[in-house]
């Protein structure tokens, strides 16, 4: 069967990982489109394709799939603008790729007759990658209208990544849960690590003393899930711990106490679930956090 053909307007990271591993599955690159010309060039000479412009109409019009891989805040103003000049064909489908964004905000291109929706990779891609398959094995969350699904669905399976459809109205909060599990991890690991410091362990070696922890906790999530993968002084009713934690952290880091509450506190709303813990202690440790 022929693969649709692709465009792709906002060529920067993900466009051009796209366009380059597609390409490498059988998929045509009409053309492709950045804001200034030498990086539209230059994404151009990477995917091997003469059709290249500042101006994206230019470069989508004869393209069954379009991918309007702009930054989030211009998506919407980009299509827009394609959408003036008559670029889409009519029955083309138009993906963003935000996380965050909704594919409602593509509705210029359904007025112009194309099919739209989001195609968000959850994957950090710093920079282009054309070795290695980067879409193997990761998320791949689509929304949007059904023809663009069936899309979406056979370009995941190409990629050999794990295609799931999400709720369009979802969209925000799938997002934030993708923040949180990255970039608040990382704050996270960031914070136990301004403890362990002033307990004499340089940042240095704080990752080397922590690893195995750290890892060892992401291995319990797997297994027993989130609630029963809680250990420690809270799951176990231990009230002197958490206050001497408080007290010293209060002595020496006084501005990362309510980040110990706050975390705390849900925390304690774990342990409620796994109705173990006395509910008396459960309040003493409530009132700590407060
Ligand atoms: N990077 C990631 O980790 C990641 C992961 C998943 C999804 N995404 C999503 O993928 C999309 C693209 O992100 P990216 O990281 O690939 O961005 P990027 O590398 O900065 O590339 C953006 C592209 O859009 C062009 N562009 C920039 N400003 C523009 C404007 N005002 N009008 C028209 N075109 C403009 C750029 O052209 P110039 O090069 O000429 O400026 C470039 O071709 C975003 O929706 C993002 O949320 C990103």
Redesign the pocket.
Known sequence: MMKPTIAIA??????TTFGNHLSGKGYAIKGIS???LP??QAAARLLNTANFSVTPWEITGDADVVFI????G??QE?CEEIAKHHGFKKGAIVF????SQPSTILASAEKEGAITGSL??L???ASVKLTDNPFKGIIMAAEGAPLAMGIARNIAAELESVFIEIRTDAKTLYHASAVVASNYLVALIGFSFDLINEAGISEKDAMSVLRPLIKGTLDNIEKVGVVNALTGPIVRGDVSTVTRHLDQIRERQPGLVDMYKILGRYAVGLTKKRNELDPQKINELVDLLK
């Open positions: 906002g060529c920067g990271k993900v466009g950045c804001r200034t990086s539209a891989a702009t930054p989030d211009k998506i980009n963003h790729c935000s996380g968000h990779p994957q950090s891609f």
